[in-house]
């Protein structure tokens, strides 16, 4: 067997392993869960389309309901979801459940052997700590974990390729390299116009700012053709504009709720976790490689942007380390000797050997803590999959849990996990913090509301309190449901419980 094919499998082997070690929340007592609230509305998308084929999902009745929403998601990965669901549809009777959980670790090999081949060119070191840090770094695995279909990670292997054709067509001008760009770029734009268009547009911000390699236009009309091709493609097939999020008093509100949207302060060792330990010395290395004419202006520029993106919010991670990982080859050639290269390689391993020890062997709090998150989601699919049925029964639940009681309930629910739901996660926040019944019986009504889900009183509190910017009464509703069933509300009648959940149907709100 050659020196290559070694590679490659030993490669493939750390890749999978990495996403998979989460296996543990994701495969419970025989069924599928998923590990974000965002990822369950992406399975009611595949569901719907699994049920009607050829059906573009442009609105989501699903959630904040009765309005629903226009989602910012796009069909493609939908139809990844469904068409890796029919090739293990005669292994398993939970083969759409199984290809959401195995779809991003997928994507994530696939992206890894383009990468592992064009790595080729470098020398040994820096091939191998590129390879090193795509397979281990915290946010990548995290962006393509086993239970995480999620836009992120299809992006994130697009963007990859679109990287690596820009870095070509910088240093040897292509026909093949130009539609590899279009291609990748105009597939990641129809996933998701965010993302890339603040890369693209940096990209030639940048190239233009702090000057560097310019790309004649003939190497790229191809490229542009293409890309022009594959967004008329994805205009005909979404038919919708996206849409910037409404203004609203509560966005910024909600938004510090979400890890991803907060900002990653200097001190914070994720930087390292995610990077390797040679990014506490990177700003010299690129500095000496700039100085020696050795690496184009372009992609320093690009990992101060992307760093300052990920300070501002922790989502451009992604990206950034992206950007870092295709500069490693760069600064490890600014060392020139040999050992003393390796030894960078081997100081950048500590921060990740680290990281995995406390994921792969956490101390007892941390595992006592997974071990009661998973009782707990079993316990809430439970009361969930109870209230399935064929008439429409609108549910209200906690904004994070709301995604997945409507896949699992088949049920549309009045709060949502993205910003489109706004809406309904603020009036599920009053809800939760109402004093009068009045209030809540209003709130009821208008949304259609037929069963409310309870969860723990003090965290849905909390985050209620947070969005809506108010201290918590201490005659709350949500705190009587939780914790003094008796004296709710003569319009919500106790119907079921269990350790993590609390059942109340709705009757009479005259």
């Known amino acids: 067997m050659s020196c290559g094919v070694i590679e490659i499998v030993l490669f ?29 509305s992406r399975m009611t998308r595949a ?15 699903f959630e904040n309901y009765p309005a629903g929403v226009r989602p910012h998601t796009t069909a493609p990965l939908d139809y990844l979801i469904v068409l890796l669901a029919a090739t293990l549809h005669p292994f398993t009777a939970q083969s759409l459940d199984l290809a959401g959980a195995i779809l991003s670790p997928l994507l994530a090999l696939g992206g890894g052997c383009f990468l592992w081949w064009w790595s080729r060119r470098f020398a040994a070191p820096a091939r191998l700590l590129m390879l090193l840090v795509y397979g281990l770094s915290g946010i990548l695995v995290h962006g393509t974990a086993l239970g995480r279909p999620d836009q992120q990670a299809l992006l994130i292997v697009l963007l990859l390729v679109a990287l690596v054709a820009e870095h ?21 734009f129809w996933v998701s116009l965010y993302e890339p268009l603040i890369l693209l547009l940096a990209l030639f911000f940048l190239s233009r700012v702090v000057g560097g390699t310019r790309i004649a236009v003939p190497a790229r009309r191809i490229g542009w053709w293409i890309l022009l091709a594959v967004l008329l493609l994805a205009a005909l097939v979404e038919r919708r504009l996206p849409e910037w999020p409404a203004a609203s008093p509560f966005l910024a509100n909600w938004s510090a709720t979400i890890g991803e949207l907060r900002g990653l302060s200097l001190t914070n060792p994720g930087w390292l976790y995610w990077t390797s330990g040679l990014l506490l010395v990177s700003p010299l290395l690129l500095g000496l490689a700039l100085r020696r004419r050795s690496i184009d202006p372009l992609w320093p520029g690009l990992v101060l942007l992307f760093g300052l993106l990920t300070f501002w919010q922790a989502r451009w991670g992604y990206y950034f380390t992206v950007v870092f990982l295709l500069t490693l080859p760069a600064q490890l050639a600014v060392v020139r000797q040999r050992w003393l290269v390796w030894c960078a390689v081997a100081l950048a391993l500590m921060p990740f050997l680290q990281f995995w020890d406390a994921r792969l062997w956490p101390d007892e709090t941390v595992a006592a803590r997974q071990n009661q998150d998973r009782r707990e989601m079993i316990e809430w699919r439970a009361a969930a999959s109870s209230l399935a049925g064929s008439n429409r029964a609108p549910i209200l639940a906690p904004w994070w849990l709301a995604p997945a009681t409507a896949y699992w309930s088949g049920q549309p629910v009045v709060a949502g996990s993205s910003h489109e739901s706004l809406p309904g996660i603020v009036d599920t926040a009053r809800f939760f913090l109402a004093t009068a019944p009045e209030e809540a019986a209003d709130l009821l009504r208008r949304h259609g509301v037929k069963w409310v889900l309870m969860a723990d009183g003090d965290r849905v509190l909390a985050n209620a309190a947070a969005i809506l910017a108010r201290p918590v009464p201490e005659a709350t509703l949500g705190r009587i449901l939780d914790r003094t069933p008796s004296q709710a509300p003569s319009f919500l009648a106790l119907v079921g419980q269990n350790d993590a959940c609390k059942v109340y149907q709705v009757r009479d709100l005259r």
């Open 12 to 40: 493939s082997a750390l890749v999978l392993v990495t996403r998979c070690a989460n296996v543990a929340d994701v495969f419970v007592d025989g069924r599928i869960y998923f590990v974000d609230a965002d990822c369950y």
């Open 47 to 61: 569901r719907l389309v699994a049920e009607h084929p050829g059906t573009v999902v442009r609105q989501h009745d």
């Open 168 to 188: 070509q067509l910088r240093e040897a001008p292509s026909q093949p390299w130009s539609v590899v760009s279009g291609l990748s770029w105009g597939l990641a």
